[in-house]
């Protein structure tokens, strides 16, 4: 292994620009990141009956997602130990009873341990024999659920998944309490895209207030035209006309907006979405709110000022619109994200297809919003490779960001705080794995 000099790559304003493109960092990232820290898996409405199964990737890790019979949540790898075989190959289904395999028919509980062996008296003397924990499926070291959200760790060390999110939690409960029944269920179709760039780019751009300005300047003031258009010939436009034109604010106006950044590199871009016109459906989803937690706490909820919640280093929360970016990195130079949309339980049809036109027309592979950004950061993985300089600045603002309880809050908007709290989590992170004294 080529020796790690962190205190170069990684620097109080700037980092080095292999931190996106080298190998043996990426392979620490995969090993030491993703499958240590806790991983988004799931929804539990995607697993409802016993023997559903979702399956996803943790770092480089293929693992599955079941119901058990005693309908808990497990996360097995999906492998069959005889000989390696997946045994999901689908990316969802019903597997029945058990699991078996597609190669030889060994058959497995749902929960991961043997069940049968055929032709088991031809592995008598070997140590295959249905009483070694060998011939079962491994599960993860941990899976725990905060508010139907499944997460696991392939680590039996660290924090407890509360203490991992931290504040940031607030990502789920503020998309739950938007339901009457405090619940949300995914929907089971995502977009799923794949960028031609590092997975940090993404999770930077996320909490960026200065690149939506210049990135969707065609968009937004293309949108703003005709919303201003309707506005003045009919006295209203459709909301989604806002949802795009938002992008088009002016850079004071994002610069008035404020990051709060914690612990692990998660982070929340506090802004108001503007979701709350006077339309009957509204009026009608604010009064089942108000009624299901009382004013004062309904208010609470429909108020908060919530734009985007970061849970580094894989998962973007629009929790206003129910919406969820989860990455599943590849390699150095190539990242998929998977884009998934929830429904509120016990709202109004409407409030759903409100959300729906969000998630297609800023969200989906097809929309201009998500073009411009492949677009950027495929350009900036490949001027990583020019030799014109060495460096990625995260300057902006340097030193001028306040610090409190551990927490960083930017005092302007389009601060690069959020870059530097993020770096900061990345260098804990690989500081661990090179130096197994250090903790993360």
Not at 256 to 280: C, E, W
Not at 385 to 414: A, C, I, M, P
Request: aromatic share 12%; charged share 25%.
């Amino acid at each position: 292994m080529t020796t790690i000099d962190l205190g170069h790559l990684v620097q109080p304003d700037r980092v080095h620009k292999s931190v996106y493109t080298d190998q043996q960092l990426f392979d620490l990232e995969m090993e030491h990141i993703f499958e240590k820290a806790w991983v988004y898996c799931g929804h539990e409405s995607q697993v409802k009956e016993v023997g559903d199964y979702f399956t996803m990737q943790i770092g480089r890790q293929p693992m599955v997602m079941v119901r058990d019979v005693d309908k808990s949540v497990k996360v097995l790898y999906n492998r069959c130990p005889h000989r390696g075989v997946e045994l999901c190959g689908n990316q969802s289904g019903n597997t029945g009873k058990g699991f078996v395999c597609s190669y030889h028919a060994w058959s497995f509980h749902l929960n991961g341990k043997v069940k049968a062996i055929p032709l088991v008296k031809g592995y008598d003397g070997t140590r295959m024999t249905p009483d070694n924990p060998d011939c079962s499926m491994v599960a993860a070291a941990r899976v725990e659920s905060y508010r139907g959200f499944v997460f696991a760790s392939l680590s039996k060390e660290g924090p407890g998944l509360v203490e991992f999110l931290g504040e940031a939690k607030v990502a789920f409960d503020d998309m739950c309490d938007r339901s009457p029944l405090g619940e949300v269920e995914a929907v089971p179709v995502c977009h799923r895209v794949v960028q031609h760039s590092n997975w940090k780019f993404f999770m930077e751009n996320q909490l960026d207030a200065l690149h939506p300005s210049v990135t969707h300047q065609s968009t937004g003031v293309s949108a703003r035209k005709v919303e201003q258009r309707l506005k003045k010939e009919k006295g209203e436009a459709p909301l989604f006309f806002h949802y795009l034109s938002t992008f088009a604010s002016s850079f004071d106006q994002w610069d008035s907006v404020q990051t709060v950044n914690f612990k692990y590199g998660h982070g929340i871009l506090k802004a108001y979405m503007g979701l709350r016109p006077t339309d009957p459906d509204t009026v009608e989803y604010e009064a089942l709110i108000k009624n299901a937690y009382g004013e004062e706490k309904g208010e609470e909820y429909l108020a908060r000022s919530i734009h985007h919640v970061l849970i580094y280093p894989y998962l973007s929360v629009q929790s206003p619109l129910q919406q969820l970016r989860c990455l599943r990195p590849i390699a150095p130079n190539k990242t998929l994200s998977e884009i998934w949309h929830f429904r509120l339980k016990g709202v109004p049809e409407a409030i759903y297809e409100r959300s729906l036109w969000y998630f297609n027309l800023v969200n989906s592979p097809a929309t201009m919003i998500n073009a411009d950004d492949l677009e950027n950061w495929t350009k900036a993985q490949l001027g990583l490779q020019s030799k014109g300089g060495e460096w990625v600045s995260f300057h902006r603002n340097f030193g001028g960001d306040t610090e409190k309880d551990g927490v960083l809050y930017s005092n302007n908007g389009t601060s690069e705080v959020v870059m530097r709290n993020q770096f900061k989590a990345w260098e804990s992170y690989i500081r661990a794995a090179i130096q197994p004294s250090a903790k993360a």
